[in-house]
C-alpha cells in the first residue's frame, strides 16, 4: 500500500527469496510425501479423537450424569471448553482481520495458519453446546423454523441462542475469509501439479482462479470488506459468549466488564496458541525464512498487551467486588473467597499463568527466544483455561444460598471429551499442513520488494533492485519511488 | 514555521473571557439560602415543570438515600425542608457541574491525544508521523486544564461544592443523620486525603510523560545520535501506556463513578476511554484539517485524513458496543442497586440519553462508510462536530445526574464553561504548534508518512501534489 518502506524496519522475509523460491518453499509440505513423526503424531491424535468420541456417545447414550455435573453446577468442563475453545479461535480471525485493517505486514506469514486454527478450534467449540444438552436430538429446536406445534418459535432473549447464531454466523464467514484468500494459492498448487488426480482436486478447491487484474481487484476489494465485517464479528461472538455469563444475576457473573475483557482473553489465549502451533510449525515445515523471530516477537508484543489489558480486567473486577460492599461478592472467581478458599488452586493458577509468566516478555531476549515462547505459549493456554474454569465453577460452586454450596470432581468422560477435542484439532490441523498452502504465497509475494531481506539490503547499498523474475502483472513500484 | 495568527489569538481570548462571564454569571445566579431554593421550587411547580414532579424517584436514586428514606417517614414539612435543602445543594452544584462538565471532557481528550500518540510511536505507525506535531500541540492543553483539575480537586476538599455526595458532612460519622453505611464501607478507597492524592498522582503522571515526549520530540529533530533519541521516546512511550491504563481506570472511577458512591460497574472504566478516545481522534482530525486549509501541514494528504476518520467511524462503533454492552448487561439483570443508574438516566435525561446515541453512532456510521466521504474535509467537519457534541453529551449524562439529579438545564454557565475552555485549548494547541517545526524530521518513519497513500482512494484535497 504504500510504496516505501523505511530501513529501520526489519525484514519479514529472510535470505535471497525470489517468487519463485516461495512458491518452492510452501508448495513443498504438499507435492512431498510426509514422514515418520507426522504418522505419529497423526495416529496419536487420532487415537485421542477416538476415545473422545467415545465418550461422546456414552454420554449421549447413558446421560449427562455421567459428566461430574450435580444440580448446582450444571456448568463446568462443557462449557469451560466450549469458551477455551472458542477463544482460541479469535486470534485466527485477530490477525486476518482486524492486522489486516491495521496494514501489517507481517500478519501474511502466519494469517493462513492462524485462521486454519480459527476453523478447527471452532469445530471443536461447536461441539460442547451439542453434546452439553440433556437431549441432543431435539437440537434443532434452537433453531426459528415454522413448524407443526402452532409454530413455537425459539425465545430470542436467551444468550444461548444468541451463541448458536454468533457461533455459526461466525463459522461461515471466517471459512469464506479463508477460503477466499486460498483461491490463488490452490491455483498455484493446481498450477505444478504432476499428478492427475492432484490437479482434479485443486482445480475444484481453486474455483477456476486465473488471476486476472480484474479477479486481483475484486479480490482485495472482497478481502478488505470482510476483514471490516468480521472484525466486529470477532469482537461480538466472544461478546456473546460472555453475555452467557454476564447477563446473568450470579454474583461473579454478573458484571459488565466481561464483553471486552472475554474478547482481550480470547485475543491472548488464541496468539498463545498461534505461538504454540508456529512454533512447531515453521520447524518441521522448513518455513524459518517467512515465520521469523520477528513474527514471533510481534506476537508475543500482542500477547504482553492483551495480557496487560486482561490483568487490569482481574484487577477491576477484584477490586469492584470489594467495592460494591456486597457480601456475595466473596466467593467471586477473582475475590478473597477465592484465593483462600477450596479453589484456591485453581485462582492462584489462574494468577500464577495469566499475570505472572507473561510478564517475562517485556524481556527482550525471552521474546524472541523459540524456546521461551513455546513455554510461555503453553502456560497462557493453560492459564487461559483455568480462567474460564474459575469463572464458572468458583462462581456456581458459591451461590447464594449457604446450602446449594456444592463442589465439582470431574469425571473421566469429563476430561476423555476434552483429551478427545484437543486430539481432533490435532488431526484436523495435521491434514491441513500436510494438503493446505500453510501460507498465503500470493500475500507473501506482494510484500517480498518492500520487506524482504535481500532487496531492503540491496536499497540500503543504493544498488537497484529489479525484479529477480517478472511476473505479469505485476509492477516493481519500490523502484519508481 | 506556522504562525500563530492575531485573529485566532484575540478569538481564543474573546472565548476565554466570554466563558469566564457565562461561568461567573452561573455562579451568581445560584442561589445561596434554602429560601431561595424554595422559590425555585415553586416556581419549577407553577410552570408544570416536568423535573420537580418526578424529584421523588431522583432523590430515591441519588446520594444520601437512605437520610433522605427516614425523613419520608417524619412530618411533610421537615420532609419540604430536607427537599428543599437537596435541591438547593443540587442548584449549588449546578455551576460546578457545568465547568466540571467541560473540564473533564477537555482534559480527557487531550489525555487521550496524548495517549494516541504513545500509541502511534510505539507501533512504529508508519503514516502518522506527520500528525505528530499536531498532537503534541492538542497536548499541551494538558496544563491549563490540569491546573483546573487541582484546583476542582482543592474546591471539593474545602467543601466549596456538593458534587461528591460522599464528601459531605458526617457521612462516614454514625452518629449524623447524614450516615451512609454503604459509603462508609467503601472508605478504604473513598475518603477525601487518598482522593485528592490519587487526582494530583494521575495528573502529575500524565503531565510528566507530556513534558519529556515534547521535549524529546523536539530533540528527535536535530539529534543525529543512531536513533538514540528516538528509542528513549518509544522506551518512555512504553512505560506511559502501562501507567495509563491503570490510571485511566482509576480516574474513572475517583472522578466520574464516585459522583454516584452507590453505584457500580466494572466496564465504567473503558467505557470512558472510548468516549474519550473517539473524541480525541476527532479533535485531531479537526486541528489537522484547519491547519492543512491553511497550509501548515506540508505533506500531508488526503491519505492521512482518510485514515484518521477511519478512526472516527471505527471507535464509534467500539465506543457504541462498549455503551451497549454496559446498559444492555445492566438492563438485562435487572439488580436494583445497579439499574437505579439508568432508571435516573432514562427518566430525567431520556433526551440527551438517546439523542447521544443517534449522535455517537448512527450518524457518524452512516456518514463515514464511504471510502471517499473519509477524505472529504466538510464531511468530516459535520461528522466531528456530531461525535463531539454527542461525547459532550455522554459526560453530561454520566456527571450530572448524581450532581444536580434533575435540577439540570443546558443554559448559560453550561455554554460558558464550554466556551472557556474552547478558548484555553485553541490558544494552548495553536500557540504550542507554532513553537515547533512542523514536521518531526528526525522520526526514523518519517519518509513513509511522506510517501504515505491509502492503495484505493484518489488525492484531491490540499498537500496532494506533494505525493508523486
Not at chain 1, 529472510?14 to 518452492?24: A, R, W
Not at chain 1, 476423555?416 to 498452502?437: K, N
Not at chain 2, 506527520?130 to 467543601?159: G, K, Q
Request: aromatic share 16%.
Amino acid at each position: 500500500m504504500s510504496h516505501y518502506e523505511a530501513p529501520i524496519r526489519e525484514p519479514l522475509v529472510l535470505g535471497d527469496k525470489s517468487y519463485h523460491d516461495i512458491t518452492e518453499d510452501i508448495a513443498k509440505p504438499i507435492e512431498g510425501v510426509a514422514n515418520k513423526n507426522w504418522y505419529i503424531a497423526f495416529y496419536i491424535s487420532l487415537a485421542a479423537t477416538l476415545w473422545g468420541f467415545g465418550c461422546i456417545f456414552y454420554t449421549i447414550g447413558t446421560g449427562i450424569g455421567v459428566w461430574g455435573l450435580n444440580k448446582n453446577i450444571g456448568w463446568a468442563w462443557d462449557i469451560t471448553n466450549f469458551v477455551w475453545w472458542v477463544g482460541i479461535g479469535h486470534a485466527g480471525t485477530l490477525i486476518s482481520a482486524v492486522l489486516l485493517l491495521f496494514r501489517q505486514k507481517w500478519r501474511m506469514a502466519i494469517n493462513r495458519s492462524a485462521e486454519a486454527m480459527t476453523i478447527f478450534a471452532v469445530f471443536q467449540a461447536g461441539l460442547f453446546p451439542l453434546i452439553h444438552m440433556g437431549r441432543p436430538w431435539n437440537g434443532y429446536w434452537v433453531l426459528p423454523m415454522p413448524n407443526q406445534f402452532g409454530s413455537l418459535w425459539v425465545n430470542f432473549n436467551s444468550p444461548l441462542l444468541w451463541d448458536v447464531f454468533a457461533i455459526s454466523t461466525y463459522l461461515s464467514v471466517s471459512l469464506v475469509f479463508w477460503w477466499t484468500g486460498l483461491l490463488p494459492d490452490f491455483a498455484m498448487i493446481r498450477d505444478r501439479a504432476v499428478k492427475p488426480f492432484q490437479k482434479k482436486i485443486y482445480a475444484l478447491l481453486s474455483f477456476g482462479w486465473s488471476g486476472r487484474a480484474k479477479d486481483w481487484q475484486r479480490f482485495e476489494e472482497v478481502s478488505l470488506v470482510l476483514a471490516g465485517l468480521a472484525t466486529p464479528l470477532v469482537l461480538s461472538v466472544h461478546t456473546i459468549v460472555s453475555m452467557d455469563f454476564a447477563t446473568s444475576i450470579n454474583p461473579g457473573w454478573h458484571s459488565t466488564i466481561f464483553p471486552p475483557y472475554f474478547v482481550a482473553g480470547a485475543i491472548f489465549s488464541g496468539f498463545a496458541m498461534v505461538q504454540t502451533l508456529l512454533g512447531i510449525m515453521r520447524k518441521v515445515t522448513n518455513l524459518e525464512d517467512y515465520i521469523t523471530r520477528m513474527h514471533i516477537e510481534y506476537m508475543n508484543i500482542v500477547i504482553i498487551l492483551t495480557g496487560g489489558i486482561v490483568a487490569v480486567a482481574y484487577a477491576t473486577e477484584f477490586f469492584i467486588a470489594w467495592y460494591t460492599g456486597s457480601p456475595y461478592e466473596n466467593y467471586t472467581y477473582l475475590s478473597v473467597g477465592a484465593a483462600t478458599g477450596p479453589y484456591a488452586w485453581a485462582f492462584w493458577s489462574l494468577i500464577l499463568f495469566n499475570i505472572i509468566t507473561p510478564q517475562l516478555l517485556w524481556i527482550k531476549k525471552f521474546r524472541r527466544s523459540f524456546v521461551i515462547t513455546f513455554i510461555i505459549s503453553i502456560a497462557i493456554n493453560i492459564g487461559m483455561w483455568f480462567e474460564r474454569f474459575d469463572i464458572i465453577a468458583i462462581v456456581l460452586s458459591k451461590g447464594h444460598l449457604p446450602s446449594t454450596w456444592w463442589r465439582f470432581e470431574p469425571t473421566f468422560v469429563d476430561v476423555g471429551i476434552f483429551v478427545g477435542t484437543i486430539g481432533f484439532f490435532g488431526v484436523l490441523f495435521l491434514l491441513y499442513a500436510r494438503t493446505f498452502p500453510v501460507i498465503a504465497q500470493a500475500e507473501v509475494k506482494t510484500i517480498l520488494k518492500s520487506s524482504g531481506e535481500f532487496y531492503k539490503k540491496r536499497r540500503e547499498q543504493g544498488i537497484p533492485t529489479k525484479p529477480a523474475i517478472n511476473v505479469a502483472g505485476t509492477t516493481d513500484k519500490s523502484n519508481k519511488e | 514555521m506556522y504562525q500563530f495568527s492575531g485573529k485566532l489569538k484575540t478569538f481564543s481570548l474573546a472565548l476565554i473571557l466570554i466563558g469566564l462571564v457565562g461561568i461567573g454569571y452561573g455562579f451568581y445566579s445560584a442561589p445561596k439560602t434554602v429560601e431561595e431554593a424554595k422559590e425555585i421550587i415553586a416556581q419549577q411547580a407553577s410552570h408544570g415543570d416536568s423535573h420537580a414532579t418526578s424529584h421523588e424517584e431522583v432523590s430515591a436514586d441519588g446520594h444520601k438515600s437512605e437520610a433522605h428514606g427516614e425523613s419520608h417517614a417524619s412530618v411533610d414539612e421537615s420532609h419540604d425542608d430536607a427537599h428543599a435543602e437537596h435541591v438547593l445543594h443540587q442548584l449549588k452544584n449546578k455551576p460546578w457541574s457545568a465547568v466540571y462538565v467541560a473540564l473533564f471532557f477537555f482534559l480527557g481528550i487531550t489525555l487521550l491525544v496524548l495517549a494516541f500518540y504513545a500509541i502511534q510511536r510505539v507501533a512504529q505507525a508508519g503514516w502518522s508521523i506527520l500528525l505528530f506535531r499536531v498532537m503534541e500541540a492538542i497536548t499541551a492543553n494538558l496544563v491549563p486544564t490540569s491546573i483546573v483539575m487541582v484546583l476542582i480537586v482543592i474546591s471539593a476538599v474545602m467543601h466549596w461544592n456538593h458534587m461528591f455526595p460522599w464528601m459531605a458532612e458526617g457521612v462516614f460519622d454514625p452518629t449524623s443523620p447524614n450516615y451512609d453505611p454503604i459509603v462508609d464501607g467503601k472508605s478504604w478507597w473513598i475518603n477525601v486525603p487518598g482522593w485528592a492524592i490519587r487526582s494530583i498522582i494521575y495528573l502529575a503522571l500524565w503531565n510528566a510523560y507530556r513534558w519529556f515526549i515534547r521535549r524529546n520530540s523536539i530533540k528527535e529533530d536535530t539529534a543525529n545520535d543512531g536513533g538514540k533519541t528516538y528509542k528513549l521516546s518509544y522506551n518512555v512511550s512504553v512505560g506511559f501506556i502501562f501507567v495509563f491504563m491503570i490510571t485511566e481506570t482509576m480516574m474513572s472511577w475517583d472522578w466520574i463513578m464516585g459522583l454516584d458512591p452507590h453505584w457500580f460497574s466494572t466496564l465504567f472504566g473503558w467505557y470512558v476511554l472510548s468516549s474519550l478516545l473517539v473524541s480525541a481522534l476527532t479533535v485531531i482530525a479537526l486541528v489537522t484539517i484547519y491547519l492543512r486549509s491553511k497550509g501548515a501541514l506540508p505533506g500531508v494528504n488526503d491519505s492521512h485524513i482518510h485514515d484518521l476518520a477511519k478512526y472516527m467511524f471505527g471507535f464509534s462503533i467500539f465506543w457504541t458496543y462498549l455503551w451497549f454492552s454496559q446498559f444492555m448487561l445492566i438492563w438485562y439483570a435487572d439488580i436494583p442497586e445497579e439499574t437505579t443508574y439508568f432508571a435516573m438516566r432514562f427518566n430525567e435525561y431520556n433526551f440527551p440519553f438517546l439523542a447521544m446515541v443517534v449522535m455517537n453512532f448512527a450518524f457518524p456510521v452512516l456518514l463515514l462508510l464511504n471510502s471517499d466521504f473519509k477524505s472529504i474535509p466538510w464531511f468530516i467537519v459535520i461528522g466531528g462536530v456530531a461525535i463531539l457534541c454527542g461525547h459532550y453529551i455522554d459526560i453530561f449524562v454520566m456527571v450530572m445526574p448524581g450532581t444536580v439529579g434533575a435540577q439540570w438545564s443546558f443554559g448559560i454557565p453550561e455554554i460558558g464553561a464550554i466556551l472557556f475552555f474552547l478558548g484555553v485549548f485553541i490558544y494552548a494547541t495553536f500557540s504550542s504548534f507554532a513553537k515547533a517545526s512542523a514536521i518531526p524530521t528526525g522520526n526514523p518513519f518519517i519518509e513513509e508518512s511522506k510517501h504515505y497513500h491509502y492503495y484505493n482512494i484518489e488525492h484531491r484535497g490540499e498537500g496532494s501534489g506533494d505525493h508523486h
